[in-house]
């Protein structure tokens, strides 16, 4: 257990409808990163949210959002869905100022049909 | 723009051999790199990082080399063992004195199996 937890681990829904995934971090950790993988990419950055706020950006559709909440847990929010947002969404934390990584979650496996 | 890049998708190694995992990157700006591991159902983990102040760390059976003129990393792992057996994805940061609240940047991992 990597002190990430992300629920659900899957999730298969039809395009066009919206879901909603969730992350705690790691205790203490006020970072939370989103990335997504899809089959045969790298982890592509989504975005980043630091002690509520959005600190960082990447390449995320304007059809997902995300917030970070008071507990410092995460949700990030996929609406119109289609087949290609089918991916794995990973969650991962740190804590300030230096650290040797995020930790990650387990990820939660989407799948769009 | 793949900004960092691991050319070889797979790797088969035998038991007790070295396995090296290269990694290349384009972003000057790119000042700390990472390396993580990751087994099928569970997120990466961290294996083992190097500031770009450095050209080598070492960590057991780990060792991360750096050649920042030719920006180029890799991983070597000896003697490699059966449960090394994983993607290793390779991660660059830019801005390492903030690390902690900088995103970083994956390469597509390379699928490392260690033949018995």
């Known amino acids: 257990d990597s002190g990430v937890t992300q629920t659900p681990k899957h999730l298969i829904t039809a395009t066009g409808q919206r879901v909603t995934l969730r992350c705690s971090p790691r205790?203490?950790?006020?970072?939370v990163y989103w990335y997504q993988q899809s089959l045969d990419q790298g982890l592509q950055f989504l975005i980043q949210?630091?002690?509520?706020?959005?600190?960082a950006k990447g390449n995320i559709l304007e059809r997902f959002s995300a917030q970070q909440f008071p507990d410092l847990h995460s949700e990030l929010n996929l609406s119109s869905l289609e087949l290609g947002d089918s991916a794995l969404y990973f969650c991962?934390?740190?804590?300030?100022?230096?650290?040797?990584?995020?930790?990650f979650g387990s990820g939660t496996r989407l799948t769009v049909v | 723009d793949q900004q960092v890049k691991q050319n070889s998708p797979s790797l088969s190694v035998q038991e007790g051999r070295i396995s090296i995992l290269n990694c290349d990157y384009t972003?000057?700006?790119?000042?700390?790199f990472l390396w993580y591991k990751k087994y099928p159902a569970e997120g990466p983990t961290f294996l083992i990082s190097?500031?770009?102040?450095?050209d080598k760390n070492e960590d057991g059976r780990f060792t991360v080399f750096l050649n920042k003129s030719a920006k180029h990393l890799s991983l070597h792992i000896v003697p490699s063992q059966p449960g090394d057996s994983a993607v290793y994805f390779c991660?660059?940061?830019?801005?390492?004195?903030?690390?902690?609240?900088?995103?970083?940047?994956f390469g597509t991992g390379t699928r490392l199996t260690i033949i018995p």
């Open positions: 949210y630091y002690n509520g706020e959005e600190r």
């Open positions: 190097i500031s770009s102040i450095k």
């Open positions: 991660a660059a940061s830019a801005g390492s004195s903030n690390f902690g609240n900088e995103k970083l940047t």
């Open positions: 205790s203490g950790d006020l970072s």
């Open positions: 972003n000057s700006m790119f000042d700390y």
């Open positions: 991962a934390s740190t804590s300030t100022g230096g650290n040797y990584g995020y930790t």
